[in-house]
T-cell receptor
Framework: DAGVTQSPTHLIKTRGQQVTLRCSPK?????VSWYQQALGQGPQFIFQ???????QRGNFPDRFSGHQFPNYSSELNVNALLLGDSALYLC??????????????FGEGSWLTVV | DAKTTQPPSMDCAEGRAANLPCNHS???????VYWYRQIHSQGPQYIIH???NNETNEMASLIITEDRKSSTLILPHATLRDTAVYYC?????????????FGKGTRLSVIA
């Protein structure tokens, strides 16, 4: 049973460029969330997708956008990259159906460096 | 903002039990206590969660006080591979898929 998988694992971009990160959720999961983790900080929630729609959003600008596909996989897009966007980007998945403390599982992340 | 308070760092001797405390004095009735850990440069790993009863799995035990205002994660026999940042998170699971709100966590160093 594959867990949450993300690609690419590392990438370097230049300021002003755009980046797309990809995520496949754990088998059986239908809800995908994205988190940003700057060096030395805890992960910060960006947004969540369920049924191909953005359901919740954290305090991130519109430069951060996403998409969820019918197979539940997801993409995170960041436009007009800033140096401060350099971080570990984490994808997390869960199943929407459970009410008794459904567990969120994380991928290994994509390291983005903006130069 | 995170609703939990954890010590910034702790040391534990290899083979001994690691007891990681967490204060969540404003926890509400619908909120579970979750523990995750993050080994350097990896994604957070789920450890355990509970509502009000003590919980145990193959990784750890979670002890929640009767008033639910604090909890302790216990790693019964710490190994060097348990060195990581441990995050205690409270999460309302009755309001849809509420995201996790991470604080700074506790950096546990297991020493040989």
């Amino acid at each position: 049973d594959a867990g949450v998988t993300q690609s690419p694992t590392h990438l370097i971009k230049t300021r002003g460029q755009q980046v797309t990160l990809r995520c496949s959720p754990k088998s059986g999961h239908d809800t995908v969330s994205w988190y940003q983790q700057a060096l030395g900080q805890g992960p910060q929630f960006i947004f969540q997708y369920y049924e191909e729609e953005e359901r919740q959003r954290g305090n991130f600008p519109d430069r951060f956008s996403g998409h969820q596909f019918p197979n539940y996989s997801s993409e995170l897009n960041v436009n007009a990259l800033l140096l401060g966007d350099s971080a570990l980007y984490l994808c997390a998945s869960t199943h929407s159906g459970s009410r008794s403390g459904n567990t969120i599982y994380f991928g290994e992340g994509s390291w983005l460096t903006v130069v | 903002d995170a609703k939990t308070t954890q010590p910034p760092s702790m040391d534990c001797a290899e083979g001994r039990a690691a007891n990681l405390p967490c204060n969540h004095s404003t926890i509400s009735g619908n909120e579970y206590v979750y523990w995750y850990r993050q080994i350097h440069s990896q994604g957070p790993q789920y450890i355990i969660h509970g509502l009000k009863n003590n919980e145990t799995n193959e990784m750890a035990s979670l002890i929640i006080t009767e008033d639910r205002k604090s909890s302790t994660l216990i790693l019964p026999h710490a190994t060097l591979r348990d060195t990581a940042v441990y995050y205690c998170i409270v999460r309302d699971v009755n309001s849809g898929n509420t995201p996790l709100v991470f604080g700074k966590g506790t950096r546990l160093s297991v020493i040989a």
